[in-house]
């Protein structure tokens, strides 16, 4: 039972045009959600997030929108640059299981041209 | 110096070998988690601990044990690994704390890979 699915498991885009990573979820109890960067031989790192209790946050390029109705959120990249290729999850936590653990989508591998 | 340190980096074992993989922090923090991530799954959860006296089973804790010798360390055996055990595994840690409390801060990973 996958209750974070990314659908796409890669992504290129042009650098300079923006990137839309979407991830989707089932678990209505989920109500804070990440996203964290991987680049190869190194482990994830955290990039943004988001509570339930809004539907965007910000910073600098990177902007994460969340649609509760649709269960759904998208990364949003502007302008692209070569040094965003990586492998991005989207991970989404719930209160109820002390707010700790994270349940994570299967990664999307973003590949931003020159 | 890394906040998050796993060793060993790679290891290539046998069918039936006993692993352990280690993790130590230096970030302060309660909680630590090891996952393991295949091709095409995402990370999933094996087990974690919120303190020294606290272990948990994750998602997938069959044919793994855990070990939490002090704030700082949280190990990871195979006490008899298998080949579907290849994969990387990576260990995690997080802070009690409120705003902060679901942001994990990740080791480099150990690449295992059993034979």
């Known amino acids: 039972d996958q209750q974070v699915k990314q659908n796409s498991p890669s992504l290129s885009v042009q650098e300079g045009r923006i990137s839309i990573l979407n991830c989707d979820y089932t678990?209505?109890?989920?109500?804070?959600f990440l996203w964290y960067k991987k680049y190869p031989a190194e482990g994830p790192t955290f990039l943004i997030s988001?509570?339930?209790?809004?539907d965007k946050n910000e910073d600098g390029r990177f902007t994460v929108f969340l649609n509760k109705s649709a269960k759904h959120l998208s990364l949003h990249i502007v302008p692209s640059q070569p040094g965003d290729s990586a492998v991005y999850f989207c991970a989404a936590s719930a209160r109820e299981t002390s707010g700790s653990r994270l349940t994570f989508g299967e990664g999307t591998q973003l590949t931003v041209n020159p | 110096d890394a906040d998050v340190t796993q060793t060993p980096r790679n290891r290539i074992t046998k069918t039936g070998k006993r692993i352990m993989l280690e993790c130590s922090q230096t970030k302060g923090h309660d909680r630590m988690y090891w996952y393991r991530q295949d091709p095409g799954l995402g990370l999933q959860l094996i087990y974690y601990?919120?303190?020294?006296?606290?272990?948990n089973k994750g998602e997938i804790s069959d044919g793994y044990s855990v070990s939490r010798q002090a704030q700082a360390k949280f190990s990871l055996s195979l006490e008899s690994a298998i080949p579907n055990q290849t994969a990387l595994y990576f260990c995690?840690?997080?802070?009690?704390?409120?705003?902060?409390?679901?942001?994990?801060?990740f080791g480099p990973g150990t690449r295992l890979t059993v034979l």
């Open positions: 988001i509570s339930s209790i809004k």
């Open positions: 601990s919120f303190d020294v006296k606290d272990i």
């Open positions: 678990n209505s109890m989920f109500d804070y």
């Open positions: 995690a840690t997080s802070d009690r704390g409120t705003r902060s409390r679901n942001e994990q801060f």
